[in-house]
């Protein structure tokens, strides 16, 4: 597990960062997170997430982004094995292309969903409740949303 900035410090060695907003930020760094989950039994950040009302958000990364919706800090992508880039490059090539619709409709999956309906959100209520890593990890396992195999 790493810091959620050593993690997007790595994804932008790989894509440039001005190509990649907030919102997708969160998107690709969940989808990420759930396939190390699911595939490698072990989270990637070890902040988690939480079931917002737009998305699965990162706590951590949300209030650095605050204000100016930048994301600027000091990351050592050095910090991360094989494996956990591995996740990020394959959720890269999967989803980096994905257009914001639809990569919302990917992150709003049974997880962010069952999360919401046990802190009693509804469809247009906020909602900062913590998303279960034990659940993220059943849900990418059965619907084949891991990209990697280790």
């Not at 919102?23 to 699911?38: E, P, V």
């Not at 069952?114 to 247009?124: L, V």
């Amino acid at each position: 597990m790493v810091a959620v900035f050593d993690a997007l410090g790595y994804m932008f060695m790989q894509q440039h960062r001005d190509e990649v907003s907030p919102f997708r930020m969160h998107a690709l760094l969940y989808l990420a997170h759930g396939d190390c989950l699911a595939a490698q039994e072990r989270p990637l950040v070890d902040s988690g997430f939480e079931a917002w009302l737009v998305a699965p958000i990162n706590r951590e990364l949300y209030e650095s982004q605050r204000g100016g919706g930048r994301w600027e800090h000091d990351a050592e992508p050095d910090h991360l094995d094989t494996a956990q880039k591995g996740a990020l490059v394959q959720v890269l090539d999967r989803y980096a292309r994905t257009p914001d619709g639809d990569l919302r409709r990917i992150v709003r999956d049974p997880v962010w969903a069952n999360t919401r309906d046990r802190a009693g959100a509804g469809p247009d209520d906020g909602c900062t409740a913590h998303m279960p890593d034990t659940e993220i990890a059943v849900y990418f396992r059965a619907a084949g949303q891991a990209v990697t195999a280790f």
